[in-house]
C-alpha cells in the first residue's frame, strides 16, 4: 500500500478533480485511510470534545448541506428536540412524539434526524410507520418547507457527504466527531432545542457549541443513567442556555409534577410497535390506556422541557399541562397528519412534473 503521507494524499485529491475517470478503487480506499486516521487522531486527543470544534464542524457541514427554504423562518421561533444516541437503552422514540406533542400545542418543530443507527427505531423509522414520507431536495433548489406545526426532514437527504461515507465510518472501533455532529447541522437552523447527549462531560461542551452555533435558547440533558433524553427514572443533569448564559441544573420528574418509573417500562419495539403505541398514546383522548402512564410521562416531561424552550410555557408544569391537553384534545395527531398530508401532496407534485 502507498504512503500515508501529506504529499500522497494531495497527490489523490488532485487526481480525483483533474482526472476523476482514473481515480481507482485503490485511491479510494487510500483516501479513506487518510480520513480515518484524521478521525482517530481528533478522538485520541479528545479535540472532538472541544465546543469550538464541534461548532467549527458543524458550521462547515451546514455550509455544504443541502438548503432548506423554510416559510416565514426569520419570524418564526422554530425548535428541534433530538439527541445524540449511542446511550445503549433503547427506550421508545420519546423526542420524536415529544415533538409532534409540543407541535400540537403551538410550538413550530423542525425535527432533523435519521434511521436507527445504534436503537432499534429512529425517527425516521417510526415516521415511516406512521405512513409519513419525506422529500429529497434538489442540489441548487432549496426545498420549501411549509408553515405547519410538525415537519421532519431525513438528515441523509441534506448531507449527502455524510451519507457516502456512513458505511466506512461506522467500520471504525470508536465513535467519531460524526457521531455526535447530527444534532448540530440541523438545516432549519433552529433558533430553540433540547438536545440530549448519552455522556454527561458532554454537557456543557454540547451548550457551548449550541450557542456558538447561534441557538439563542437551549436545553441540554443527560439522565442519570447516561440517558440522552430527559429521565423518567430520576435525576437528568441540564444545562440551559438563556440569553447567552449557560446554568446548569438537575432536573427530576417531580419538577414537572409527575411520578418516576424505571426506564424498563418505556423500553422502545419496532418502528411497528412503536408506531402502535404512538397512536395509541394520541388518539385516546381522556381515555388513554393505564398500561401507557410510564410512556405518557416520559413523553410529558421532554414536550414540556421543549415547550419552555420554545417560549410557550413559563416552568415545566406549565409544560406539562400545555402537552397534556394538545394529546387528549387530539392537536398532536392533527400535527402529525398535517405533516403527513404536506408530504403526500409533495410527492404527488413531484410524480406529475416528472410525468409533463
Known amino acids: 500500500m502507498a504512503e500515508h503521507t501529506p504529499d500522497s494524499f494531495k497527490i489523490l485529491l488532485e487526481k480525483l478533480v483533474k482526472t476523476p475517470e482514473y481515480f ?12 480515518f486516521r484524521f478521525l482517530a487522531a481528533l478522538h485520541i486527543g479528545r479535540v ?26 426569520d419570524t418564526d421561533f422554530v425548535v428541534d428536540i ?16 415529544a415533538a409532534v406533542v409540543a407541535a400540537g400545542a403551538g410550538a413550530r418543530v423542525i425535527k432533523h ?16 410507520s406512521l405512513d409519513c414520507l419525506f422529500t429529497a431536495p434538489s442540489p441548487g433548489t432549496p426545498l420549501p418547507i411549509s408553515k405547519v406545526p410538525f415537519t421532519f426532514i431525513l438528515a441523509p437527504h441534506y448531507h449527502p457527504a455524510l451519507a457516502m461515507i ?3 465510518r461506522k467500520s471504525l472501533p470508536f465513535r467519531t466527531l460524526f457521531n ?20 454527561r462531560e458532554l454537557g456543557p461542551t454540547f451548550a457551548q457549541s449550541l450557542y456558538e452555533g447561534g441557538v439563542e435558547r437551549a436545553l441540554v440533558v443527560c439522565g442519570a443513567e447516561g440517558l440522552d433524553e430527559i429521565s423518567c427514572a430520576g435525576d437528568t443533569h441540564a444545562w440551559q442556555l438563556v440569553d447567552g448564559k449557560i446554568t446548569e441544573i438537575t432536573l427530576h420528574p417531580e419538577l414537572f409534577g409527575l411520578t418516576i418509573h424505571p426506564l424498563a417500562s418505556v423500553a422502545g419495539g419496532t418502528p411497528t410497535e412503536n408506531a402502535e403505541t404512538f397512536k395509541a398514546l394520541l388518539n385516546s383522548g381522556n381515555d388513554i390506556p393505564e398500561s401507557l402512564t410510564p410512556v405518557l410521562h416520559f413523553v410529558l416531561l421532554n414536550a414540556s422541557a421543549l415547550l419552555v424552550v420554545a417560549g410557550l410555557a413559563s416552568d415545566f408544569k406549565e409544560g406539562v399541562a400545555l402537552a397534556m391537553n ?11 397528519v398535517a405533516f403527513r398530508n404536506v408530504g403526500r401532496e409533495a410527492i404527488k407534485e413531484i410524480s406529475e412534473r416528472r410525468k409533463a
Open 24 to 35: 481507482t478503487p485503490g485511491d479510494l480506499k487510500l483516501a479513506l485511510h487518510h480520513l
Open 48 to 73: 472532538e470534545r472541544r465546543p469550538e470544534s464541534l461548532a467549527a464542524a458543524a458550521e462547515v457541514l451546514r455550509a455544504r448541506a443541502l438548503q432548506a427554504a423554510i416559510e416565514d423562518g
Open 82 to 97: 433530538v439527541g445524540t444516541g449511542g446511550d445503549g437503552h433503547n427506550t421508545f422514540n420519546v423526542s420524536t412524539t
Open 113 to 128: 434526524g435519521s434511521k436507527a443507527s445504534t436503537s432499534s427505531s429512529g425517527s425516521a423509522d417510526l415516521l415511516q
Open 166 to 168: 456512513a458505511p466506512y
Open 180 to 199: 455526535v455532529l447530527g444534532p448540530l447541522i440541523n438545516p432549519a437552523r433552529p433558533r430553540g432545542m433540547v438536545l440530549g447527549v448519552a455522556e
Open 326 to 336: 394538545s394529546i387528549t384534545s387530539g392537536s398532536a395527531w392533527d400535527a402529525l
